[in-house]
């Protein structure tokens, strides 16, 4: 069965960065688009960033110009690097792997 992990999550001040990693197992070594999403407190989950299996890769506009996903197919993992934090980005973060399986979040709290 597939199994997806986030880690990296933490407590950062403002301006601050964190990484966060994804580990994907039992996939089956299949290339496919992943993505991270978030879920602030009392809000929806939103998407932040996507990856195609070509490497494409599409942030929305709060996080654009802070944030970048990248993956190593290799290694089955996905990170999100997220620089310049604000305190708005406070959420659990989630990644998505195809179809419909999520990781158990990690927490991302921005504060002075």
């Known amino acids: 069965q597939v199994q997806v992990a986030e880690s990296g999550g933490g407590l950062v001040q403002p301006g601050g960065s964190l990484r966060l990693s994804c580990a994907v197992s039992g996939s089956g070594c299949r290339f496919v688009a992943m993505a991270w999403y978030r879920r602030a407190p009392g809000q929806q989950r939103e998407l932040v960033a996507l990856?195609?299996?070509?490497?494409?890769?599409n942030c929305v506009d709060s996080v654009r110009g802070r944030f970048t996903i990248s993956r190593d197919n290799a290694k089955n993992t996905v990170y999100l690097q997220m620089n310049n934090l604000k305190p708005e980005d406070t959420a659990v973060y989630y990644c998505?792997?195809?179809?419909?399986?999520w990781g158990q979040g990690t927490q991302v709290t921005v504060s002075s």
């Open positions: 990856i195609t299996t070509s490497g494409s890769t």
């Open positions: 998505y792997f195809p179809n419909d399986y």
